[in-house]
Structure formats: C-alpha cells, structure tokens
C-alpha cells in the first residue's frame, strides 16, 4: 500500500515570488510519482510525473519537481510564480510494477491550496 | 484535443433520494475510473474498469452506490438513496489501458445532498 503526505494545506506566495510545495510518500514498492492542478471547480490536470531516469523533471507551466529516493520526497517548485497559479496541487503515486488484470491505481495526497497574491 | 466528458456539472438532492451522474471517456480509453473528492482531501477511487468490467471496486460502498459500464465505453454511477455525507467532488478519468499511468481527468460532477 502506498500514502502521500502534503504537510502544507495553504501556502500563500507573492506574485513572481519563487515557491515550493512538499509532498512525502510512504510504499514497500517501487512508485512512479505525479503532481496534478486543479482549477476551482474543475477536474485535475497532470502537471508533471517521475517515472525513471532523472530525478529533476520538468512540467508544464514552469514547474518542476525533484525525486529523493533517500527522503522518499517529490516536491514541487516554480522560480516565479503567477496569479494564474492559484489552484489546488495533488501530489499522488502508482506502483510502478503492473501485473496484468490488476488495478493501476493512483493514491492522492490531501492537496495543498496555492494563492498567489499581487 | 479528446476530453473526458461528464454530467451533470452540479446537482443538488436531497437526503433518500436517487441520484446518478454520467461519464463519457476519451475515445479509445479501455480503462475508467470513478473517484471521489471530498472538500478539502484528496480523490478516493471508488471503482474501476476495464472494458465493460469491474477491476476494483473494494472502496464502493455498495449497500447505496452502484456503477455500471454496459458497453465498454460510457459509465454510470448511482447513488440510492442519498446520504449527507455523500456530498463531494465525483470525477471520472481515464486511461488507454490497465497497465498504462496517466490517467485523464473529467470536469467533475459537484453534489451537495440536502
């Protein structure tokens, strides 16, 4: 079983500030590892995902995240930010192993609420 | 560019009565999810499929909630009867397969149960 921890519920940033949200996952296996946005009243839209290679990955918008294996962390970064990056941010995981017929599920954290003040 | 469409957008019951809520995948997408977000946490899958069948289903309260997939392509979720706490975000997603990872993510159907 795999749980994501997102110790910040709000964070609250200047515009063209630099900012970070955190995200820490628990699994006994390997995962591959997301960050989604979701827009007031809207669905989730993928961000940006670690699957292997290097643990700096790049998203849309500006954004990117690093992998620590050693500190089973994934956090999320933006240099400058922008009023239209207020939203809410979901770090989830997904085994990274699939066995056919079973379930390839993605385990959410609470989300973290971003607003971006002029 | 293909979206995965649901409806309603908004739906407001009250407490006993039925309700369902619509889901229409991106075209070609085998696998479907049916989450459920509540204000201020993370989604929580409540059922999956693939195809026409169900793959998961062990967090579907199912002594109210039932969802169905009869062709293997749209996909309903009932609730009978509403509770208050049903009240949440339910979002549909989808992905080509089983195996795949990303997962694309419908508007969400809001319900407040009254």
């Known amino acids: 079983a795999q749980s994501v921890t997102q110790l910040d519920s709000q964070v609250p940033v200047f515009e063209e500030a630099p900012v970070e949200l955190r995200c820490n996952y628990s699994s006994s296996v390997s995962v591959y590892l997301f960050w989604y946005v979701q827009y007031p009243n809207q669905g989730l839209q993928l961000l940006l995902k670690?699957?292997?290679?290097?643990?700096l990955v790049k998203g849309i918008n500006g954004f990117e995240a690093e992998f620590n294996k050693s500190q089973t962390s994934f956090h999320l970064r933006k240099p400058s930010v922008h009023i239209s990056d207020t939203a809410e941010y979901f770090c989830a995981v997904s085994p990274s192993s699939f066995l056919s017929g079973s379930a390839r599920q993605l385990t959410f954290g609470s989300g973290t609420q971003l607003t971006v003040l002029p | 560019e293909a979206e995965v469409a649901q409806s309603p957008r908004y739906k407001i019951t009250e407490k006993s009565q039925a309700v369902a809520f619509w889901c229409d995948p991106i075209s070609g997408h085998a696998t479907l999810y049916w989450y459920r977000q509540i204000l201020g946490q993370g989604p929580e899958l409540l059922v999956q499929?693939?195809?026409?069948?169900?793959?998961?289903d062990s967090q579907l309260p199912k002594d109210r909630f039932s969802a169905e997939r009869l062709k293997g392509v749209d996909s309903t979720l009932k609730i009978q009867p509403a509770e208050l706490g049903d009240s949440a975000m339910y979002l549909c997603?989808?992905?080509f397969g089983p195996g795949t990872y990303e997962q694309y993510f419908g508007p969400g159907t809001r319900l407040t149960v009254t």
């Open positions: 499929f693939q195809d026409e069948s169900v793959v998961d």
């Open positions: 997603a989808s992905s």
């Open positions: 670690y699957l292997s290679g290097s643990t």
